[in-house]
C-alpha cells in the first residue's frame, strides 16, 4: 500500500500485478509483476516473462494502484483500510494460504460484490479468516487474454512445445577449440604455434 517516498520523479512505467491461469478449472495466480506503458504492453510483456515455457490458459494483468493488500497484521494496526474508498461493483478476492510457495503470492478464490475496495477487503477476511494474506481488485481493472482457442493456441500452444535443455547439454567450446588446435585443424593457429 505506502509507497517510499523519492525525491526523484519515477520514470518508470506503471507496475501491473500478472495472474497466470495453469490449465482450465484452476484458480489464476499470482506469478510476479512486469512495468507496462499500457494493457496490450503489459499482456505481451507478462507472455515473455511468464510464460515462456510453463503451460498457460490465461493470462490477466491489473495494474497495481488498482490493487489493494493487506496482512492480518497490517489490519490489525491500520483497521482504516477496511473504509478505503472505491467504485462499486464486482471485486476479485485473493488469498495467500502459505508461505511454501515461493513463485505465488496468492491464488484467486472467487468475487464478490461490493461498495469498493474497503467493503471488498472486509468480505474477503471475513470469507477466508484463516490467510496470510489478501488481495482485492475490481472486475473493471483486469486486461485479459481472449478465451476463444484461436487466441489460446497463438498465445499458450507455442509455450508448451518448447524444448528446455540444460547449459551442460550445449559443451564448452574452449575444450572444442583446444582439441582442434591438438589435432593441427586450426590452420592460422598451428602454424603460428609450430614457429614458436
Known sequence: MTQPQSSSP???WPRWEVFKQDA???PHQAVGSVHAGDPPHALLTARNVFVRRPAAV???CVREDDILT???EELTTNPALLDSPGEPGTYHVGVKRTNKRSMTFVDLSGIVTADGPGDALRQAQSLHPDVLAWMVFPETAVVRTDEDPGTVASWFA???DKTYKQQQHYGVIGRHVGEL?????????????EGA
Not at 588446435?181 to 604455434?193: D, N, T, V, W, Y
Open 24 to 26: 482450465p478449472g484452476r
Open 10 to 12: 519515477d520514470t518508470q
Open 158 to 160: 507455442p509455450a508448451k
Open 181 to 193: 588446435k591438438r589435432a593441427g585443424l586450426m590452420p592460422g593457429r598451428a602454424a603460428s604455434e
Open 70 to 72: 493487506a496482512t492480518p
Open 58 to 60: 490465461s493470462l490477466w
